[in-house]
């Protein structure tokens, strides 16, 4: 009995030690994500403050949604299909709709001071399945879409992992001749876009391509300028309005290269103190998604619309510094508090 006890006691060590050591390897390994994120969320903001016609934000959109798509793919953890519906359920699909939610209030408050007339029941429902209509929270058509691409994910993983490689095929097919543009802008269609960048972070590990590099630093140079060149010749690119640029495959290019670049950018700023800032703003990312845009294409145009002030790069950059750095000591008090137990 008493050999079996230390035995016991013995194992459930083992285990506590090997379960320290794997949570320690992977708080290591999110670090730089996070502040990839950090880095990829402000590119969000800044975007949404842009003109679709400025360089800067043609460039942004190069990359920036496939960078998180590529990032919640190489963090995706193998499930079954149960396990995969019932967890982005509870932490993508009802977020979704308590925004909803709250966007239908603002739109009946708005309808009742201002006297408009209220939406009909086609744009009510088209609102509620993110599809256009008077509910104008845009940005949650990711959550919805990085729902479906778990769910696919796990669906071809079961019948057949090949399966999922002709899924991806078939994806990169459809885009490569624009087929997808001419499907409803909706977040369901959005998959077809999306759904390679997500399974490439499965498959691949995010900046392979810089490890045991002698010449990194010529390497980073030389992509950050072909990304550059690409971006700007393929032209304006946006999942959410499928909108694939003048190839798919240019903006699978700038998508990937832009997350590579990010993700070795985000290595070393991890050494620097900012990257205390970085790494706060993306693991709130998900907070900073649902609410910026209230700010950024609400608050900011009407207050910009009435001191008569015209918009450019320096304002817009600015502003972006003040939304981020807000956040920032946001999240910083909500930390400290959690911290001393308030």
């Not at 959109?61 to 079954?80: D, E, Q, R, V």
Request: charged fraction near 20%; hydrophobic fraction near 45%.
């Amino acid at each position: 009995m008493i050999l079996r006890a230390e035995q016991s006691r013995a194992e459930q060590s083992r285990a506590e030690q090997s379960r320290a050591e794997q949570s320690r390897a992977e708080q290591s390994r999110a670090r730089y994500l996070d502040i990839a994120k950090g880095i990829g969320i402000s590119l969000v903001v800044l975007g949404h403050l842009l003109e679709r016609t400025q360089f800067l934000r043609i460039l942004i959109y190069s990359f920036h949604m496939p960078l998180f798509f590529i990032i919640s793919g190489s963090l995706n953890k193998k499930s079954t299909l149960s396990q995969c519906f019932k967890k982005g359920f509870r932490k993508l699909v009802i977020p979704v709709y308590q925004i909803l939610a709250f966007d239908a209030l603002l739109k009946i408050l708005k309808c009742m001071v201002k006297g408009d007339v209220y939406p009909s029941l086609t744009e009510w429902i088209n609102g509620l399945l993110i599809h256009g209509g008077i509910l104008w929270n845009a940005p949650v058509w990711f959550l919805m879409t990085l729902f479906m691409c778990r769910l696919a994910i796990c669906f071809c993983d079961y019948l057949n992992e090949k399966i999922t490689f002709v899924f991806v095929a078939g994806c990169i097919f459809i885009c490569t001749f624009s087929v997808n543009t001419k499907f409803p802008q909706w977040w369901l269609t959005n998959v077809i876009m999306s759904f390679p960048f997500f399974w490439y972070g499965m498959r691949k590990k995010p900046c392979n391509i810089f490890k045991n590099s002698r010449k990194k630093n010529i390497l980073f140079i030389i992509l950050s300028f072909m990304l550059i060149l690409v971006a700007r010749w393929n032209g304006y690119t946006d999942i959410n309005i499928q909108c694939n640029g003048k190839n798919y495959l240019l903006f699978l290019f700038t998508g990937i290269a832009g997350t590579w670049i990010v993700v070795e950018l985000s290595k070393w700023i991890e050494k620097l103190k900012i990257s205390n800032v970085l790494e706060l703003v993306g693991k709130n990312s998900f907070i900073i998604l649902l609410s910026h845009y209230y700010i950024c294409r609400g608050i900011i145009p009407e207050g910009i619309k009435y001191l008569k002030i015209s918009s450019n790069y320096v304002l817009q950059i600015f502003l972006a510094i003040i939304i981020m750095g807000t956040y920032y000591c946001i999240f910083k008090i909500k930390q400290r508090e959690k911290e001393i137990g308030y």
